[in-house]
């Protein structure tokens, strides 16, 4: 690892002081650093896997208001815990925070484990999570990398390679154990991430502002905005999809996502892909309508009489762009296929389930 050969005392002695005296004076206030709770670290940290610190406040301040406890979560439904997600994304976040509440309380007697192999024993917790709770939350040295630290660490070597390959992962996780210090670990992993998301950007870093300029080679080479390489952007599909608000008797008809489904453990409405949209028509052709009738019965097991209106929802889902078609449907028939996990309900009892994104604006505009 020939970018580590100049990471010497020295060298770690000069960054860790001039990183320290910056954290001192410009360090973010976070409400899940307020103390050094193992639970509220683990909750931010899993909330904040590719998602922002804005979004992720006021669903933290939320949930840990609900579940001040890991006992509470443990106690609680899943169905409980993804209505308190509900918009957070990446929902397989929520349901492995439950199950390893449950493994903590029932494993480690309601105590997060101290180190990071017994961490990474539990569902969703990896090598950066896993390090982020021992370190902040227990002050002991765990090396991190996350998207800011991998930034930062890139430009300080000069690493011009994949870093998020196998070799680039190595070169940056040697690296991170290489610069911990022994004392505050904790605070010194998080001055690294606050200096990534502040001030070692993605675009346009600030560097003239960067305490760690004297010691970064990115800076000395005038490479700091190509460093680190770009990952590759996968190809965008279109894809078109349509749901039925299926009434009967004042009540509507909901789904659960099964296990394995993108938004298992989620209520929808009943929803059917219609594939790729590589032609959009806007409105589309009346033999749409017809399918998407066709294939809602074929779904439910229900004979629905589906309205030519709709409203139409754009939204993204990893590399996938979605144009959903939302129409209304009625029913006199009550017995929904046994295939499928679904209610009636009224629609006032919406607001208690666990909704997709997109469900939850199809009920505020049809319902």
């Not at 406890?69 to 169905?79: D, G, I, R």
């Not at 279109?238 to 099964?258: K, S």
Request: include cysteine; hydrophobic fraction near 40%.
């Amino acid at each position: 690892m020939d970018e580590l050969e100049r990471i010497d005392g020295a060298w770690k002695t000069r960054f860790r002081r001039s990183l320290l005296r910056w954290y001192d004076r410009h360090g973010r206030d976070l409400p899940w650093r307020a103390a050094a709770d193992p639970y509220r670290v683990w909750i931010s940290e899993i909330m904040l896997q590719q998602t922002t610190v804005a979004a992720v406040k006021p669903y933290f301040e939320r949930f840990v208001d609900r579940f001040p406890t890991v006992h509470a979560l443990a106690e609680a439904s899943e169905e409980d815990v993804l209505r308190l997600w509900e918009g957070l994304g990446y929902y397989s976040r929520a349901r492995n925070l439950a199950k390893a509440a449950k493994r903590i309380v029932t494993d480690f007697n309601g105590r997060f484990p101290e180190d990071v192999e017994s961490l990474r024993t539990l569902p969703g917790i990896g090598r950066y999570t896993a390090g982020a709770i021992v370190s902040f939350a227990f002050d002991r040295p765990a090396p991190i990398v996350e998207a800011n630290t991998l930034r930062l660490y890139a430009r300080l070597l000069g690493y011009d390679g994949d870093p998020r390959g196998t070799a680039g992962q190595r070169v940056l996780w040697a690296f991170a154990e290489q610069v911990l210090p022994k004392a505050r670990p904790g605070r010194f992993n998080q001055a690294l991430i606050d200096l990534g998301a502040t001030v070692c950007t993605p675009k346009d870093p600030n560097c003239e502002a960067c305490p760690a300029k004297g010691s970064c080679l990115a800076f000395a080479n005038g490479t700091q905005d190509s460093i680190p390489r770009l990952a590759k952007r996968a190809k965008i599909t279109r894809l078109l999809m349509a749901a039925v608000v299926v009434r009967n008797n004042g009540r509507v008809l909901v789904r659960q996502y099964a296990d394995g489904e993108r938004w298992a453990g989620l209520w929808d409405f009943a929803r059917v892909d219609l594939g790729v949209d590589d032609k959009p028509q806007d409105p589309p052709p009346a033999s749409v309508v017809k399918d998407v009738q066709s294939r809602i019965a074929a779904l439910t097991g229900l004979n629905i009489e589906v309205s030519p209106s709709f409203v139409v929802l754009e939204h993204s889902v990893t590399r996938y762009r979605i144009r959903l078609l939302a129409f209304e449907g009625t029913t006199l028939e009550q017995t929904v296929s046994a295939s499928v996990n679904s209610r009636w309900v009224e629609a006032s009892s919406l607001d208690e389930l666990p909704l997709s994104v997109t469900a939850r604006q199809i009920a505020k505009r049809l319902l």
